[in-house]
């Protein structure tokens, strides 16, 4: 694939994913940088000198859904191959975990770490335990842990408060929402949680307020929370609270979608009082039109320059179209989300059934949800790596955390790219191919160069040391 003729100069690796065949994250022969590789009509120039954000991390969520699949459909050997496929440096090397607060809507049933009985009021927590994520949810998330130690960053986000804090006494939307007089104990809530994830050996690095605070669900748990909610919760409640406690975790607002009504959210937020407790805001793609783009993350940064911001969330399925076409939507996030400053990519489930399950009643009825990996519920140990294990893994494989985004051009909708350098020294572009067609494209860093021949459609990782 590659026209550089063998020089003494720096190798490259060279990882190719091609959908609709066998390639996918397949390493290739090493390439060489050279003093010149030639014209060419897409020549990428890498500036290692001008630096960016500095990354977090990549990854998904281990939801109850993922958690149970991988407990109880798996035997103890097979388990121990596919957390090294997801979390090991021989597999995709996830760096980043999105976990639920309680449920989402890809669990087996609503609920939270502190419900009650007839949701009667708990003022003190004493009902607040983490033990419902005793049988399967701890195990597994503490195995992922330990392939790695030390990589994994842990975001937190919460689908719903306690029923009990609720104006409508339910879990799910239908018009319910945060009882004022319950603001301070939610605040413990959050407290409470973070001490406890801490105590049991895995820290929570960043908390969201709220899960889509713009959407009321009718089939599983959620919550509308306004811009002045969310203003002051974290203003005159969590805020504080964490700062008292002595909590570093990082308070993230908004965790919604960028278009017009998320900027105007998330800018809202970061120009209030809350401002000096909140580190940034949380992004989904989950929206249409000339205004659900990318760039809305950079209108937000651009205006709060020191206010981090985290691409959370971006589910994939059989809705975006065939595997080809979901593999080009989520190579199409995890380069532009990182080129418009967000620190990390997340994608959603780690793991469903054939069934798109476990789920919630009335959650996509249509089956069309895909996680990193099919596991199949009715054997055991039957495993399919979807398009986007490969495709998460054409980065979160490469890019460490405490990497920085460096300088390239990129041309959108034809030959998309995003560069790093890693603490190590090592440089990574990760390069889409949005075309029907092959490009033969440069990659210039310094005086030396190479080209390399990318097939239609594909995606292909670059790295090298020096």
């Known amino acids: 694939m590659s026209l550089n003729i063998k020089s003494s100069q720096e190798s490259v690796e060279v990882w190719l994913s091609v959908p609709n065949t066998s390639t996918m994250l397949v390493r290739q022969t090493d390439i060489y940088f050279a003093a010149e590789s030639g014209v060419n009509n897409y020549c990428i120039i890498i500036d290692e000198d001008t630096q960016y954000q500095q990354i977090d991390g990549f990854g998904g969520s281990l939801t109850d859904a993922s958690c149970w699949l991988l407990k109880y459909k ?119 949680y973070v001490k406890e994830c801490e105590a049991k050996g895995i820290p929570v690095y960043a908390v969201t307020i709220q899960n889509e605070p713009q959407y009321e669900p009718d089939a599983y748990p959620g919550m509308q929370m306004s811009i002045q909610d969310e203003i002051g919760f974290i203003k005159d409640y969590i805020g504080p609270k964490f700062q008292q406690n002595g909590i570093s975790t990082k308070i993230i607002c908004f965790d919604h979608n960028f278009d017009d009504n998320g900027t105007d959210f998330a800018a809202s937020v970061l120009a209030s009082g809350a401002y000096n407790y909140c580190a940034g805001s949380a992004w989904h793609p989950y929206c249409a039109g000339n205004s659900c783009v990318h760039e809305k993350m950079t209108e937000v940064h651009n205006r709060y320059p ?30 532009r ?17 054939q069934n798109a399950a476990p789920k919630l009643a009335g959650v996509d009825t249509s089956n069309s949800n895909r996680g990193f990996l099919t596991i199949s ?7 399919t790596r979807n398009t986007s294990y490969y495709s ?9 955390p405490g990497a920085y985004r460096i300088e390239s051009n990129s041309f959108p909708d034809d030959i998309e790219d995003v560069a790093y350098k890693n603490p190590d020294g090592s440089k990574v572009v990760v390069l889409s191919n949005r075309t029907p067609n092959q490009k033969s494209v440069k990659i210039q860093s310094g005086s030396e160069s190479f080209t390399y021949t990318v097939p239609e459609k594909a995606a292909v990782t670059f790295k090298w040391r020096s």
């Open 306 to 335: 020191d206010k981090d911001v985290w691409f959370t969330e971006a589910g994939s399925g059989t809705w975006i179209g065939d595997d080809s076409a979901q593999f080009a939507d989520q190579m199409y996030h995890t380069i």
């Open 392 to 400: 998460m893994g054409h980065t979160s494989k490469f890019v460490d």
């Open 377 to 383: 519920s009715d054997s055991t140990d039957s495993v």
């Open 74 to 192: 798996l035997t103890d050997q097979k388990r121990a191959e596919v957390m090294e496929d997801l979390f090991g440096q021989s597999g995709i090397n996830i760096s980043l975990l999105r976990q639920p607060i309680g449920a989402s809507d890809f669990s087996w049933e609503a609920w939270t770490f502190d419900d009650t009985t007839n949701n009667t009021d708990d003022w003190s927590l004493n009902n607040f335990s983490l033990s419902r994520e005793d049988a399967y949810i701890r195990p597994i998330l503490d195995m992922a842990y330990k392939v790695n130690p030390g990589r994994i960053k842990i975001f937190a986000t919460p689908w719903s408060p306690p029923a009990w804090m609720r104006s409508n006494k339910g879990l799910y939307g239908k018009g319910g929402y945060l009882r004022p007089e319950c603001y301070n104990v939610y605040a413990d809530y959050f407290v409470k």
């Open 337 to 353: 989300s990182p080129r418009n400053w967000s620190k990390s990519v997340v994608f959603w489930n780690i793991a469903l059934d």
